[in-house]
């Protein structure tokens, strides 16, 4: 079903669609299950309650849209464009949105809960209390990205790209987050709790406040990396790189530091560290001066 059959659809269910011959369409407080229109094109369309589950829509076209208290719950959005658009309130939970989409899109509130979205877009996206639960991202871009009080709970972003981008007070617990890139990242009071991040990458990044509790963190890179008030408790850093980062006010008490590489002992006094803190070169803590 294309652009004629999703009007027609519309106008069985006595709706207007005021979107032929280019211009805006404008839909409001319509339920069309099932519907299958890829491909549509529909930028600068207006979407005010809509209910589309299960809908195929791969491949449509939405930039500039606004979508406004909308179910689009199990629907096929596969490499569908929403650049640009705004999103209150909509519900992506079980969707496909495989190569999907959101560069520049302003969203707040909307539910992406075991969205499957490898390899999406969402460069200088800016999202508020947004939800991830159990969404699958590989591979998934965010550089410039702006995130507030976002949830990633058991999140899958293996690969995932946070290239400068910016998140505040969001929240991974148990996400898989290998090879995960925050490269120049601002990480401000972020928490991970039993995370998976072996090999992530964190050079020169900015993770004032934020907290690592319990995770795996092998191999990470911290290089010229901003730790100042960053807890490491119960987490494993064997081998991750830290030349240059600035250790002011971080807090190691508690992690396993065995292995890691360009740690100095003059870093590690400018840290927190007790008892329970592994050094690097294996001895148990707390860092003095002569003590290695």
Known sequence: MRREAWA???RLHGLWLAGEGGRACRLEGIELEGLGAPQVLLPRSGMYSVALPGADLHGARFGGSEWEKCDLTLANLAGTEFDGARLDDVRFDDSSLATASFTGAV???????????PASRWLEARMARADFSGALLPAASFHQASLLECLWRGADLTGALFYRATLRF??????????????????HFCQWREAR??????????????????CEMEGCDFRGARLRGAQFAGSRLAGALFRDAICAGADFQGADLRGARELTLHQLLQARTDSTTVLPWGAPGPAMRGSR
């Open 8 to 10: 027609e659809a519309v």
């Open 197 to 214: 991040l072996e090999r992530a990458r964190f050079s020169g990044a900015d993770l004032s406040g934020s907290a690592f509790m319990r």
């Open 107 to 117: 969203m707040e509130g909307v539910s992406f809960v075991k969205a499957r979205a």
């Open 170 to 187: 969001c929240r991974f617990p148990s996400i898989l987050g290998e090879g995960a890139r925050f490269n120049e990242a601002e990480l």
